[in-house]
Structure formats: structure tokens, C-alpha cells
């Protein structure tokens, strides 16, 4: 596999200079998931690097870059909305550049409606475009470029050192893989993303020593698939492995990872976790239903009974771990008795957390073929369900943490005046009174009480 190193750009950054009279604000806006968040990062880094500050509003900006995500039509609603309001921006101050990228720029058809309807967008670049930015931002500024809408391309190899800048100090994103070879039918993420590529174990070893050496605590490793991570590489490696190699590095840190998908999920995983300190004791692994019709519908590669079976080990061999799922309600043909297994499911295994999502149709996907009778209104009834049984179980397991002291990464501040937020290595957040000073290092936290489902504490 050919991998691209990202050269210094220091042409474009001198052409930039010479443009603008003062350096250049940009506004970087990722609107996705984590990898989208972690691309908007590079995108950051990128432009830093060219001599772009950063700003935190549309008003200050000489550039605006919307990082999209297509999962779900309500993301691409949202994009539209916000990119429509820059139009009145545009016309008061005529040399601001406004682009669009990430996955909705993957979609000939977005690139179309973007060319048609929205004259005052004058960049549009892919996923694997990143590293061309500068070179695209100097043929629109010295080039005397209208606009520059590029078609979406996919790109089999990896790019590395791609400059970054991240947002926070303490906690980073650390992509081991791209793109998802699973195509799930109701999933517009392969289309849009392309299919599997690791990354280097070396590459990755690489960043993830520097991320210590500078600090970080906690270190997320991301994939849309990590349980396949190691596909395709000359290195006999698996995901396994990787979480080993990693912990064999000193420093106080931990390490969180998502996203697992039950079909590749071992018990070789489970026994990495349950060996490996460092490791969260957390498994966010999506289910997306409790009905096996559904599932083989969904082309999820799995039964309810062969979750369940996983999850279970993980409970015997990992004391106190918790997990999360995503759940999708209403996809095409799910009957009320398919959704009561969504209900007995989630009982069964008892989640601490849920991210729901009502079934929307993404086209050139093979579930928006299906026909999908049910009507709305059934959709959203099911979905207030289902969060009402989760809202009891995930209060129930919260309340049962009182008492214990854990250790716990001080991320910010809390609700209340005086309060600082920290999560637990469960992923559960408590909150407690502390000194803003604390954010960003560990403190341990007597746990007293919950609200919902969150916690209280005391600093011990
Ligand atoms: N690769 C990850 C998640 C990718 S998308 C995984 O497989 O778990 C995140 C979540 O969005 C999915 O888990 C799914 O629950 C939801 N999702 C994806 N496509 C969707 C659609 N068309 N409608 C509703 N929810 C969707
Ligand atoms: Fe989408 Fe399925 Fe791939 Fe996740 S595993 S990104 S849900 S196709
Ligand atoms: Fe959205 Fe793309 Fe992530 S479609 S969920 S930003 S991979």
C-alpha cells in the first residue's frame, strides 16, 4: 500500500501571506462523528500550517469550511441550513471563501445541488482531500478560481503526517483506520467513506508515544470498524494486538476505542481488556436491533442470541463494565413484535447509555428499496418507549454506583456554579466541587448520589 507523507507546504503559505494584509481567520466547523471531528483537527492543522489563525464565529472569518456528515437525512438538513445563512456574509464582504467538505461532499448528487443552488459556496472537496487543501485554496485566491467543485474521489492509501490541531489537551483522537468494507443496507458511511484501510501499526505506535509524551490522558482509537483493524496490511496484526503494542507504552494515560462491531468482536477482545489496565472498562458495541429478522435485514452478520453470549462474557471476565449501544427505530418493515425484542434486548443487557436514531432513508443504500409501511407517527411513539425503559435502567445502574471512590479524568466544568465534570473509566460522568484547575488531570471522587444519570461526588 502506497502511503502519502504530507509535505510542509511552505509555497502556499508564503502565497497566503502575500494576499491577505494580516494573517487570515478561519472557521473550521466538523458537524459528524469522531473521525469527522478528527479530519476537521487535520483541516485545523492544515490551514495553521499554511498561516491561518482560527477564530470561533462566521462574522470574524475569511474562511468558513463546513466538515459534513450524510448519516442521517436531519445531518444534511442542518448542513443546508447553515450553509444557506452565509449568503447575506458573502455579499457584505465579497472576499470571504466559503467551502464544504467531509462526507456530504462525497455525494455527487450534494455536489450537484451545491452547484446549482448555492452560487456563493466556492469550494467543495471530499473526505480524501485534506491534504490538497492548500493547493486548492491557492488556485481560488491566486488563480482567480470561480469556484472549485471537485467530484468525489476515493483514495486507496493512507496519508501521514498530515499536520493537526487538536482541541483539547488532554484528550485526542487517534484514527487506526478508515473508511468500512460491512455495508450495512440501511448505512450510507462505505459509500461515502470508501472501503477498509489500516494504518500502520508503526505509524500509529508513532503518534499514540508522541500523544503520552505531550500529556494526553486519554486516547480514543477510531475506526468505523476497529474489531477488523489490521485487514489488508503485509503485518500480521490484529485489533488485539494493536491494544497490546500500545500498552506496553509507559505513562499515565488509558485508552478508549470505538467503534466495535458485535460480528468481529472476540472474546480474544475481552480478555485484552480484562488483562490490560489502561483500557477502559466501557464497550460501546451497537446492536441496532433485538430482532433477528431485523438484523439479517439489516446485513449485521449477527444473532440477538450470539450478542447476548458476548456480552455476557464480558460481564463474567470485566467487574464493573458498562456499555452503550446504537440502537435504529423503524427501519423498513420492523414490526411492533421486532421492536419488543429492541425492548427485552436492552433489558437483558442492561446499556448505562443509548444513542437512538429513527431509521432514515439514505438513497443508493439497498434498505431505502425496502418498502417501510410504517408510518411516522408509529416511529416516534416506539422511539419515546424506548428511551423511557433505558432512562429507568440507566438511572437504576447509576444510583448503584454510589458509594464507591473511583478515579476519574477532570473534563470541565459541571451544571452547577462551582462544579467541575469528570468521567469515570465506565464512561459515567459525575459531578463534583473542585478548582477549575483540575481539568485535564485525574482526581479520585467519592461518588454520594446521582441526578438522572449522572453522578454526584466529593473530592476525596
Ligand atoms: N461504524 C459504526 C457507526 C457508524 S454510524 C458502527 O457500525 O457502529 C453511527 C450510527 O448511526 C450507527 O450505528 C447507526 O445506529 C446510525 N445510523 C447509520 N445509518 C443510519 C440511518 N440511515 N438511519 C438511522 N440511523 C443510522
Ligand atoms: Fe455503517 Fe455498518 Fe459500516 Fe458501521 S459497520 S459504518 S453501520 S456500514
Ligand atoms: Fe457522518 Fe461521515 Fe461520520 S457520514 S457519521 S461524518 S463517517
Request: net charge negative; proline share 4%; with cysteine.
Amino acid at each position: 500500500m502506497e502511503i502519502i507523507h504530507f509535505e510542509h507546504n511552505k509555497q502556499a503559505a508564503e502565497l497566503v501571506a502575500k494576499w491577505y494584509d494580516s494573517p487570515p481567520l478561519a472557521y473550521v466547523h466538523s458537524f459528524g462523528c469522531q473521525q469527522n471531528v478528527n479530519d476537521g483537527e487535520k483541516i485545523k492543522g492544515v490551514l495553521a500550517d499554511i498561516g491561518y489563525g482560527m477564530c470561533d464565529s462566521v462574522e470574524e472569518a475569511d474562511l468558513i469550511l463546513f466538515n459534513t456528515c450524510a448519516v442521517r437525512e436531519h445531518a444534511e438538513q442542518r448542513v443546508f441550513g447553515n450553509v444557506g445563512a452565509l449568503k447575506r456574509l458573502k455579499k457584505d464582504k465579497p472576499g470571504l471563501i466559503i467551502g464544504l467538505c467531509g462526507c456530504m461532499a462525497q455525494q455527487q448528487s450534494i455536489v450537484d445541488k451545491i452547484r446549482e443552488s448555492y452560487p456563493f459556496v466556492d469550494i467543495v472537496f471530499g473526505v480524501n482531500g485534506i491534504d490538497t487543501l492548500p493547493q486548492l485554496l491557492c488556485e481560488k485566491i491566486a488563480g482567480n478560481k470561480k469556484r472549485i467543485l471537485l467530484t468525489p474521489t476515493e483514495r486507496a492509501e493512507v496519508v501521514e503526517e498530515t499536520p493537526i490541531r487538536r482541541d483539547s489537551n488532554f484528550r485526542a483522537w487517534l484514527p487506526i483506520m478508515y473508511g468500512c468494507d460491512n455495508f450495512c443496507t440501511y448505512c450510507i458511511v462505505p459509500y461515502v467513506r470508501g472501503r477498509e484501510r489500516s494504518r500502520r501499526s508503526a505509524d500509529i505506535l508513532a503518534e499514540f508515544k508522541e500523544l503520552v509524551a505531550a500529556g494526553y490522558k486519554e486516547i480514543t482509537l477510531l475506526g468505523q470498524n476497529v474489531n477488523s483493524y489490521g485487514k489488508g496490511l503485509e503485518e500480521q496484526i490484529d485489533f488485539s494486538d494493536l491494544l497490546n503494542l500500545l500498552c506496553t507504552v509507559p505513562g499515565d494515560y488509558h485508552i478508549r476505542f470505538m467503534t466495535s462491531h458485535p460480528k468481529d468482536a472476540s472474546r480474544k477482545l475481552i480478555d485484552t481488556i480484562a488483562a490490560q489496565d489502561k483500557i477502559c472498562n466501557h464497550l460501546h458495541l451497537p446492536v441496532q436491533s433485538g430482532s433477528d429478522r431485523i438484523l439479517a435485514q439489516m446485513n449485521r452478520h449477527y444473532t440477538v442470541a450470539q450478542y447476548l453470549e458476548l456480552m455476557d462474557y464480558a460481564k463474567e471476565k470485566i467487574p464493573g463494565i458498562t456499555f452503550s449501544s446504537d440502537i435504529i427505530v423503524g427501519f423498513p418493515g420492523e414490526t411492533e413484535e421486532d421492536f419488543e425484542g429492541t425492548l427485552e434486548l436492552i433489558r437483558k443487557v442492561g446499556y448505562m447509555q443509548l444513542f437512538t436514531f429513527i431509521y432514515s432513508k439514505r438513497s443508493g443504500t439497498k434498505a431505502a428499496t425496502m418498502p417501510d409501511p410504517i408510518t411516522r407517527k408509529e416511529k416516534t411513539d416506539r422511539m419515546a418507549r424506548l428511551l423511557s425503559v433505558q432512562d429507568e435502567i440507566a438511572r437504576k445502574l447509576v444510583a448503584d454506583m454510589t458509594g464507591q471512590t473511583q478515579r476519574v479524568l477532570v473534563e470541565g466544568s459541571g451544571r452547577d456554579e462551582g462544579t467541575l465534570s469528570g468521567r469515570l473509566t465506565n464512561n459515567l460522568v459525575v459531578e463534583f466541587t473542585a478548582e477549575p484547575s483540575l481539568v485535564g488531570s485525574y482526581a479520585m471522587v467519592h461518588l454520594t448520589g446521582s441526578r438522572g444519570t449522572v453522578l454526584k461526588g466529593e473530592l476525596v
